[in-house]
């Protein structure tokens, strides 16, 4: 896939800065929370939108935006054009859509590859019981540690945390609730 900013003109890189800031921002903040499939994908940090999402479509705009002059100085193909420039330019779009897919399944195949490795060596998700408590807790940060002065978390001394600590607690100070 193409993704020099060096083969689109000025107005069209506006553009695509538009839709690469908007798009991924609107699949992430609506799409997300109304499709149920993304809702089932663990994606805290959004990566999906950020990378998939911003990616296929830089790569497709790349391929409608691409100014046949500006293509001649950089592709060693003769007669690129972006789709907007007519002839043919809906070519290089099709030609961004497979690269695309090409990308979307080889990094399936090999994140998923690599997950079943590491797999075998440690779980890749941590028990209910840990995630209640929170990933930093589970490691030893004192700051979120629930249950004593810092100390790790040890199934076999603690236990079920949900049991010991989600009693009611009255809240002091800055963080006294009003």
Known sequence: MIYFSGLVQGWAAIIMGILSGSVPWFTMMIVHKRWTLLQKIDDTLGVFHTHAVAGLL?????GLFAEPELCALFLPVTKSRGGVYGGSGGIQI?????????????????????????????????????????????????????????????????????????????????????
């Not at 830089?58 to 790349?62: A, F, P």
């Not at 930093?136 to 004192?142: I, K, N, S, Y």
């Open 58 to 62: 830089g790569g497709v705009l790349t």
């Open 94 to 178: 099709l030609k961004q859509l497979v690269g695309g897919a090409f990308i979307i399944g080889w990094n399936v195949v090999v994140t998923s590859i690599i997950c079943v490795v590491i797999n075998f060596v440690i779980p890749l998700r941590m028990s209910e019981e840990q995630l209640l408590i929170g990933d930093d807790a589970v490691h030893g940060e004192e700051a979120y540690a629930l249950w004593g002065d810092g100390e790790k978390y040890d199934v076999t001394k603690h236990g079920d945390i949900t049991e010991h600590h989600m009693e009611t607690r009255t809240s002091t100070g800055a963080t006294q609730v009003m």
